[in-house]
């Protein structure tokens, strides 16, 4: 079988979908499939070539095209970069020895029509890889009008997307509601998760991660957010708790990644004069599983109304970290459920900055209660949210498409089949 993964970013970049792009792809080829990933020459979010047109990586075939000119400079300038990518993309797609599926993941948007091109024009079989709900995610971030008549277009675009790819894979259970609302075949649709790599997190112990000497962490009570923050995240909760803790040189925050809400939590970092908070660039994958452990709590957000557009993938490299979370957002959220189904963290009501403080000077002042989240977290990962497990459905889906039971649902994952602990990166 012959797989082709056409997504922006792709190995060597860190950015959460070329993570799970690539260990998707990497399972495949462990079972003897050919994998071409179609992907962007540019580190995503950042002008310029820097990577090769064509490279072998783990026996997978990775295609490079375009660059990006402008990075994340606004909104018209990644207009342009989409289109740019999008239109070779689409002729690297359409000239490649014949793949007998293609799977589009949603960066960038609608690149999903690609993979549909290619099923009526090389019969190949078309997977929808969600991992933003569009244009939901433009209208709740501000970009478009909800009932304009750019908003309807798009919306016709995607119902045809969801209704014409042979299987919709989506991130959670909030995310199924909506492309089954967009109009989504329910046969067709299916819930795998993103997942922890269990080969590379381990649980260790704070003080045996290097990344504490780097960033000068010295005993502090570390709060962490790990990760791309965006628009769909909440920044001003935490800005508020950190605020409330600016006077404790016990309690420390760490950010580690990018995103659009890095210059705004910066600038409140440096108006507030908040001594004891600090941003950082991503950590190689290979260095993820001692960033997370760097941290005795982690952060994870989603605004009010983002539910089912957005799975923060960041929460299944915590758990395989053996460290509890604080969720800021709606119970609903794919992220809090799977949280609060295994007991591995709490969750705190968007604006409640105060709440919020409280549960880190809780889990500060009770390590015990701490530790055994984090054990909770740890053990829901495996058989259900681990890179094997998950690639393994992932893999068996495939399979059954190509061999014409396109409606027939991969194995739901059970402690039976669970994976062997290894260990891995999330994000």
Not at 291 to 317: C, N, R, T, Y
Not at 325 to 349: M, Q
Request: charged share 25%; aromatic share 8%.
């Amino acid at each position: 079988m012959h797989v082709v993964l056409l997504n922006q970013a792709f190995h060597p970049d860190v950015v959460a979908t070329a993570q799970m792009g690539s260990d998707l792809a990497c399972a495949l080829r462990a079972r003897g499939h050919r994998v071409t990933a179609v992907a962007s020459r540019s580190i995503y979010g950042k002008a310029g070539a820097t990577l090769p047109r064509r490279e072998t990586w783990n026996g997978i075939d990775i295609r490079r095209v375009g660059f990006s000119l402008f990075g994340k400079r606004g909104t018209l300038a990644r207009i342009f970069d989409f289109g740019l990518f999008y239109a070779l993309a689409a002729l690297r797609v359409l000239t490649l020895p014949r793949p007998d599926v293609v799977v589009s993941f949603t960066t960038p948007p609608y690149i999903a029509r690609v993979g549909l091109t290619a099923s009526f024009l090389r019969r190949s079989k078309a997977v929808y890889w969600v991992m933003d709900v569009y244009p939901d995610v433009m209208v709740a971030g501000g970009m478009l009008k909800a009932g304009s008549w750019r908003v309807r277009l798009l919306e016709r675009l995607h119902r045809r997307i969801l209704r014409k790819s042979h299987a919709t894979v989506v991130l959670g259970r909030c995310m199924r509601d909506l492309v089954l609302a967009g109009g989504a075949p329910p046969e067709r649709v299916h819930h795998i998760g993103v997942w922890a790599d269990l080969d590379g997190i381990v649980p260790m112990a704070r003080d045996r991660s290097p990344l504490r000497a780097r960033w000068n962490l010295g005993d502090a009570f570390t709060v962490m957010y790990s990760g791309n923050f965006g628009l769909g995240h909440d920044a001003a909760t935490i800005c508020d708790a950190m605020l409330r803790l600016k006077d404790r040189p016990d309690i420390r925050f760490v950010f580690v990644g990018a995103g659009k809400r890095r210059a705004e939590v910066e600038r409140f970092i440096a108006e507030n004069r908040i001594a004891n908070a600090s941003w950082h660039d991503y950590v190689p994958r290979e260095e993820l599983g001692a960033s997370l452990a760097a941290a005795d709590v982690h952060l994870i957000s989603v605004k009010q109304g983002w539910e089912g557009m957005i799975v923060p993938s960041k929460v299944f490299g915590i758990m395989a970290a053996e460290r509890p979370a604080l969720f800021v957002g709606s119970a609903k959220s794919e992220a809090a459920r799977v949280l609060a189904d295994c007991g591995g963290g709490r969750i705190v009501a968007e604006g409640d900055g105060a709440a919020l403080a409280r549960e880190i000077l809780a889990l500060r002042d009770d390590p015990a209660a701490a530790a055994e989240m984090g054990r909770r977290a740890r053990a829901a990962v495996f058989g259900r949210h681990d890179r094997r497990t998950a690639t393994d459905r992932w893999c068996q889906l495939l399979e059954s498409l190509v061999g014409g039971t396109a409606s027939a649902a991969p194995p739901a994952a059970t402690p039976n089949n669970a994976a062997v602990p290894q260990s891995g990166a999330g994000v």
